[in-house]
């Protein structure tokens, strides 16, 4: 059983549509969950960091987290052309050590 | 706003070949980290450094590999003996001091091995 698990997508929706993105896990040691923006040929992006279960939010992004369940998510609200992009999710036991990445889910959002 | 920089942009190399990539942290970062990306793949961690020393490695991390902090900024991946296998962007991150858990990373080196 893969360690992280991502749907890779495509998802295609129309701007100002909501979105949302999974990943689950398995091993419940993960305690920090990230979810970072790829654009083609690029380094990952910080977009939003937790490690609690439940929700955060930064201006139209949520991100939510449900421990019980090995479940995140990230929300997008109002999505934008420019939110095209791929959309990884990132886990970690403790602080320093390594992250796991999802495969990323490619999102395009059409004007 | 500080940014992890990464040298060089390309590098193209034979197999056989040493390849020393380049990778300057966000000043007063403490983590140093080595992850790659095959293309259509997912992102692979393969070595942490923290205090002058690896922290932690993958299986991916064998002996052809090695790291550096030969100065105070700058971080070293070094390929010994280049394999076609190892062609794939190379992501250098780095993260500060403290609780807080975000990895920066650069926009990282793209491998190619002929």
């Known amino acids: 059983q893969k360690e992280v698990e991502q749907d890779p997508g495509p998802l295609s929706v129309p701007e100002g549509a909501i979105v949302s993105l999974n990943c689950t896990y398995s091993n419940s040691a993960f305690q920090y969950f990230m979810w970072y923006r790829q654009y083609s040929r690029k380094g990952p992006e910080l977009l939003m960091y937790?490690?609690?279960?439940g929700n955060k939010e930064d201006g139209r992004f949520t991100a939510q987290v449900d421990k019980s369940s090995k479940y995140i998510s990230l929300f997008i609200r109002d999505s934008q052309p420019s939110d095209s992009a791929t959309y990884l999710c990132?886990?970690?036991?403790?602080?320093?050590?390594?992250?796991?990445f999802g495969t990323g889910t490619s999102l395009t959002v059409i004007p | 706003e500080p940014e992890v920089t990464q040298t060089p942009s390309h590098q193209v190399t034979q197999m056989g070949q040493e390849v020393i990539l380049r990778c300057v942290p966000i000043?007063?970062?403490?983590?140093f980290y080595w992850y790659r990306q095959i293309l259509g793949q997912k992102v692979e961690f393969l070595v942490s450094?923290?205090?002058?020393?690896?922290?932690?490695k993958s299986e991916i991390f064998d002996d052809q590999f090695s790291v550096e902090r030969p100065d105070g900024s700058n971080f070293t991946l070094k390929i010994r003996s280049t394999k076609l296998e190892d062609s794939a962007m190379y992501f250098c991150?780095?993260?500060?001091?403290?609780?807080?858990?975000?990895?920066?990373f650069g926009p990282g080196t793209r491998l190619t091995v002929l």
């Open positions: 990132a886990l970690t036991r403790n602080t320093g050590n390594q992250f796991y």
């Open positions: 991150a780095s993260k500060p001091a403290g609780a807080y858990n975000e990895q920066f």
């Open positions: 000043s007063n970062h403490l983590y």
């Open positions: 937790t490690y609690s279960s």
């Open positions: 450094f923290y205090n002058n020393e690896i922290s932690e």
